[in-house]
């Protein structure tokens, strides 16, 4: 399909192609993903009980929302990465293999809906977070919850990134060590800025690790060096 409807592309720029994948992912994920998200906001259902006591005990750190935000960073250096010449076939595969994992949270969204009752204990005190969370509110119906697409895109994304780059003889401690620390991070926040239940962000790592090992760990193993 790729080579039918963009039989240039082998031609483009790195920049080019990079901001190609990032195209293709907003018009097919992003976008069905706030579409998604309203409907379920305007349908009101909820069919699984999933709050525990720990969701509730979990402190609400507001600070955590610049980890929560740095979500949307991971894209892109994927893309970027994707797009380097000597794998941009593999580049354009997994990105469409992450495009089909996002799809498969939608139908769990869709069928499986979740509403997320945290958002109460979203509370400030001027600590100059609230437009944030103003702001992430206004966008995000609290449904779409499990699995969390925080947790499961940027798992995948990681993942990847960490296999080209140990591909590439780039893999360094240090750079595994801020890449493991950040995605961490990331994940926290899910549950720490009341966005997620535990419920949510385990079952993302249980598809994305099966996700991973079936169905994107052979593609970057097929071009090992």
């Known amino acids: 399909m790729l080579e039918r409807w963009f039989p240039q592309r082998e031609s483009w720029s790195r920049t080019s192609h990079a901001a190609w994948l990032g195209a293709l992912f907003v018009v097919f994920c992003a976008l069905p993903y706030a579409l998604i998200n309203r409907f379920a906001g305007w349908r009101e259902a909820s069919v699984l009980a999933v709050l525990t006591p720990l969701d509730t005990a979990l402190p609400f750190l507001p600070w955590m929302v610049v980890?929560?935000?740095?979500?949307?960073?991971?894209?892109?250096?994927?893309?970027?990465?994707?797009a380097a010449e000597h794998r941009r076939h593999q580049g354009?595969?997994?990105?469409?293999?992450?495009?089909?994992?996002?799809?498969?949270?939608?139908?769990?969204?869709?069928?499986?809906?979740?509403e997320v009752d945290l958002r109460h204990q979203v509370v400030h005190s001027n600590d100059g977070f609230a437009p944030l969370f103003a702001a992430l509110h206004a966008i995000?119906?609290?449904y779409n919850a499990w699995p969390s697409l925080h947790v499961?895109?940027?798992?995948?994304?990681?993942l990847t990134v960490q296999g080209w780059l140990a591909n590439d003889g780039a893999l360094r401690p240090l750079l595994r060590g801020i890449l493991w620390s950040?995605?961490?991070?990331?994940?926290l926040s899910t549950l720490l800025v009341k966005q997620h239940y535990i419920f949510d962000a385990v079952t993302a790592l249980v598809i994305g690790t099966v996700l991973w090992r079936l169905w994107f760990k052979p593609v970057i193993n097929q071009t090992a060096h």
């Open 67 to 82: 980890f929560y935000i740095s979500f949307y960073a991971y894209f892109p250096l994927m893309f970027w990465l994707g």
């Open 92 to 114: 354009e595969r997994l990105t469409l293999r992450l495009m089909q994992a996002t799809w498969m949270a939608f139908v769990i969204f869709l069928v499986f809906p979740v």
């Open 140 to 142: 995000d119906t609290p």
């Open 152 to 158: 499961l895109q940027s798992l995948l994304v990681v």
């Open 182 to 187: 950040a995605w961490a991070l990331l994940t």
